[in-house]
């Protein structure tokens, strides 16, 4: 009987040895189930949306985190015992498709900014040859061309770069939310860096965002310093708007009850 292989691949690690630590350099595990020593990741937590790999994340700008296996767009979390809803995948996933489109038209961009410079080198060349005026303006216009088209290119290309910050950004914020649920009390933005892996600027950020759009409470504390919470307070305000829109209709269909009357009676 062969002995069984030993995962040496920190990216494709599978699941823990027995006793809970890493199968792959024998560390013990942090509470995200993930080896701080290889960065060998497990557990169905540390499952990438996209390609469905269970490996850690690695930090890689412009996407912030991305998969170790596929380089999807990820959000950390180093703690196990947050319930994540969810509800970044599908943000997640619209994040990538900018991001690769956004690649396309760069891509695209360059090739026909380098044609344009090819194409204009050769106009010049075959203006030195004394064509005339006429054509030689001809020249010049038609290699205005490829310019005009790579710079449309190119500026659809940061439109996409701008849409897949906005939605990295709603990933984030709905993440955090989950975290700040998780929590049940009121957290600051230090206590956020820790638990989701990025620095005090990036969580300030990230809370700002939840601010604006009003999915978490903020609160200056004693200290001056800014703490965060999600509350029932929310619910509270949208269960209680429902009542006066039911009154509403209620006065509405009134009024018009009476107008139907008034308009029943014979005239003077």
Request: proline fraction near 5%; hydrophobic fraction near 45%; glycine fraction near 8%.
């Amino acid at each position: 009987m062969e002995p069984e292989s030993k995962v040496t691949n920190p990216v494709l690690s599978g699941e823990p040895a027995p006793g809970g630590r890493c199968k792959v350099c024998g560390g013990t595990l942090s509470d995200s189930l993930r080896c701080e020593q290889c960065g060998a990741a497990y557990g169905v937590k540390n499952r990438c949306p996209h390609c469905r790999a269970i490996a850690d994340i690695e930090a890689a700008d412009p996407l912030r985190f991305r998969c170790r296996v596929c380089g999807g767009p990820r959000v950390p979390v180093d703690d196990h015992e947050v319930v994540r809803t969810g509800r970044e995948v599908p943000v997640l996933k619209q994040a990538k498709k900018a991001h690769v489109t956004r690649a396309a038209w760069a891509v695209a961009a360059g090739v026909l900014g380098g044609f344009g410079v090819l194409s204009l080198l050769t106009t010049l060349l075959v203006i030195a040859f004394g064509p005339g005026l006429l054509a030689s303006v001809t020249l010049l216009a038609a290699n205005l061309v490829p310019f005009v088209v790579a710079a449309l290119a190119w500026r659809k290309s940061k439109q996409h770069g701008r849409h897949r910050d906005q939605l990295l950004d709603d990933a984030w914020g709905l993440v955090a939310s989950d975290v700040l649920a998780h929590a049940g009390k009121e957290l600051e933005a230090e206590d956020l860096a820790k638990v989701m892996r990025i620095d005090l600027a990036r969580a300030e950020h990230v809370l700002a965002h939840l601010s604006v759009h009003d999915s978490v409470h903020a609160r200056v504390t004693d200290e001056g310093d800014l703490a965060y919470s999600v509350g029932a307070s929310k619910l509270r305000v949208a269960a209680a708007s429902d009542e006066p829109a039911v009154d509403e209709l209620a006065e509405q269909d009134e009024a018009a009850e009476l107008a139907q009357a008034k308009a029943a009676k014979p005239g003077p």
